[in-house]
Nanobody
Framework: QVQLVESGGGLVQSGGSLKLSCVAS????????MGWYRQAPGKQRELVAT???????NVADSVVGRFFVSGDFAKNTVNLVMNNLNADDTATYYC???????????????WGPGTQVTVSS
């Protein structure tokens, strides 16, 4: 199994910055993609940003230029630097990984428990 643990959430004023971090334990697995999703109350979970083991990133239009994702697949970590936060960024942020068992090709989804980010105006 792959286990993900997030850290770095909290309360921040509008215009402020936060950094989220996620570390994975992955015995017997290879992680191909890591990233961040978020879910606000009453809304569907949405992609924020992902990064592949080949260092390719995918960033949601709503956060381009404000949020930056980075990963270290040797250390099984992914970070999300969030700048110029606003009230619309308030949500629970979830770390996500796509991983496969050694010797297998099927990709499996894994999620962290989530960390709350609240932006006050």
């Amino acid at each position: 199994q792959v286990q993900l643990v997030e850290s770095g959430g909290g309360l921040v004023q509008s215009g402020g910055s936060l950094k989220l971090s996620c570390v994975a334990s992955r015995a017997g697995f290879i992680i191909d993609v890591m990233g961040w999703y978020r879910q606000a109350p009453g809304k569907q979970r949405e992609l924020v940003a992902t990064i592949t083991s080949a260092d390719r990133t995918n960033v949601a239009d709503s956060v381009v230029g404000r949020f930056f994702v980075s990963g270290d697949f040797a250390k099984n970590t992914v970070n999300l630097v969030m700048n110029n936060l606003n009230a619309d960024d308030t949500a629970t942020y979830y770390c996500h990984a796509l991983a496969r068992r050694l010797g297998r090709s099927q990709l499996l989804d894994y999620w962290g428990p989530g960390t709350q980010v609240t932006v006050s105006s």
